[in-house]
């Protein structure tokens, strides 16, 4: 099983370019999650689906969009991006239930000239 | 590697010594905190969680205590070792079950010195 595999793991884009980060995990889980990381501040929750066919906002949902296109994957899309928007992208995903112990996948590294 | 390291918190520990990290909580509804560690260039990985009516669980060489009167969470590691260096994460589910929404603090990065 491969897990939580996000593409692309790296992207340079030029203010107001758009792009879709994709996330895609195989342990047929329920709720699939997007983190932005930034130095010294944690990671913050962008949007989250608690199941197929729902998403709801996080702490930080400006400029972003979501899709949960099946149970297995659950894109970001940015329509205009910004350079605040340099971040380290983390997709994640849980059963519905237990405790919330989030599986990740490695990270997509963006940075917004 | 991640430039996540910079500007955190950092606990210096030599090899074989025990380390304690602490995370201040916002949320007295909490129903669960969970710890998590988080390797240079990797997604954060789960190492131990505790229900909100327990005060101390014991994982293997880890330790989480809990104490809801000052909203305080702490992890021990115990004979820490050099691969235990990373930024470690405390986590609160403020969504219960059915959704499992988990806000994290900042972070607190680990170096252990041979």
């Known amino acids: 099983n491969a897990g939580v595999t996000q593409t692309p793991k790296f992207q340079v884009l030029k203010t107001g370019q758009s792009m879709t980060l994709q996330c895609a995990q195989d342990m047929n889980h329920n709720s699939m999650y997007w983190y932005r990381q930034d130095p010294g501040m944690g990671l913050r929750l962008i949007y989250y689906s608690a199941s197929e066919g729902t998403t709801d906002k996080g702490e930080v949902p400006n400029g972003y969009n979501v899709s949960r296109l099946n149970k297995r994957e659950f894109s970001l899309r940015l329509e205009s991006a910004a350079p605040s928007q340099t971040s380290v992208y983390f997709c994640?995903?849980?059963?519905?239930?237990?405790?919330?112990?989030?599986?990740f996948g490695e990270g997509s590294r963006l940075t917004v000239l | 590697g991640e430039s996540v390291g910079l500007h955190l918190p950092t606990l210096s520990v030599q090899e074989g010594d025990n380390s304690i990290i602490n995370c201040a909580y916002s949320?007295?509804?909490?129903?669960?905190f969970i710890w998590y560690k988080q390797e240079s260039g990797k997604g954060p990985q789960f190492i131990i969680d505790i229900r909100s009516n327990m005060d101390k669980r014991q994982g293997q060489r880890v330790t989480v205590l809990l104490n809801k009167t000052v909203k305080h969470l702490s992890l021990q590691i115990a004979a820490t070792q050099p691969g235990d260096s990373a930024v470690y994460f405390c986590a609160e589910n403020i969504g219960g079950g059915a959704t499992n929404k988990l806000i994290f603090g900042t972070g607190t990065l680990l170096a252990v010195q041979p």
């Open positions: 994640a995903s849980t059963s519905t239930g237990g405790t919330g112990e989030l599986f």
């Open positions: 949320n007295s509804a909490s129903d669960y």
